[in-house]
């Protein structure tokens, strides 16, 4: 018996968009300019550095993203950030255009027999298009004490109160200590409901945030 790997992390590209900014890639070093400092067979080495922010592509964000004086991504310990995963699909009840709601993921453990652990990091597969969880479901999923959420789309749904916007996920969640992934992929190629999941952060110095390497591990294979 062995171990299946899904790399659930999306490139990060040039020009793609971030929470507060785009990739940007610039080619520092290349062979064609340093080789000729170097004996054979060394060819040189290359080089580049990239500005994105903390919030782009596949990340995680630290409580500190939306809440004052909690933790930032350096100040969280390691094992925060992997353990004992459920994967909810929610594309079968969750209607289009509408916010993942409580009733959608109950739905969905009842009817694949899922219990929803305290400790577990819970992933999410939503609708091409669809955006955010509602107050309801949120607070559910607060109420079964897990340790991180992640999503295929994005946390958070539009919505705006008295002019400005409301961001009820975010600091649901944050201001409990769960982490939020956003950006996964490849959540369809899960194929068992529960699995391993990694998404290790770079340990930046008062991070909000981190891109990250996510991954399932599912064992038996």
């Not at 060394?42 to 964000?61: F, L, Y």
């Not at 959540?187 to 998404?199: H, Q, V």
Request: charged letters at 25%; aromatic letters at 6%.
């Amino acid at each position: 018996m062995g171990l299946k790997v899904i790399d659930l992390s999306a490139v990060l590209r040039e020009g793609e968009k971030g929470a507060l900014s785009e990739v940007k890639i610039i080619q520092e070093m290349t062979r064609r300019w340093s080789g000729r400092h170097f004996k054979k067979p060394c060819e040189g080495w290359e080089s580049r550095n990239i500005m994105v922010s903390e919030h782009c592509g596949t990340h995680v964000d630290a409580p500190y993203h939306f809440v004052p004086n909690t933790k930032t991504i350096d100040e969280i310990p390691v094992e925060h950030f992997l353990g004992n995963a459920v994967l909810l699909d929610l594309r079968g009840s969750q209607k289009s255009g509408r916010p993942i709601q409580k009733q959608d993921l109950v739905n969905v453990c009842s009817t694949k027999n899922i219990e929803i652990q305290e400790g577990d990091i819970v992933l999410l597969l939503s609708k091409e298009g669809s955006k955010g969880l509602a107050n309801d479901a949120v607070d559910w999923l607060i109420d079964r004490r897990i340790k991180g959420v992640g999503t295929n789309i994005f946390i958070e749904e539009d919505v705006v109160e008295d002019g400005l916007a409301v961001r009820y996920a975010h600091v649901g969640f944050l201001s409990k200590d769960i982490s939020i992934f956003e950006g996964l992929v490849n959540l369809d190629k899960i194929p068992s409901t529960r699995f391993t999941f990694i998404g290790l952060p770079l340990k930046i110095d008062k991070g909000t945030g981190s891109p990250i390497r996510a991954v399932a591990v599912i064992q038996g294979f």
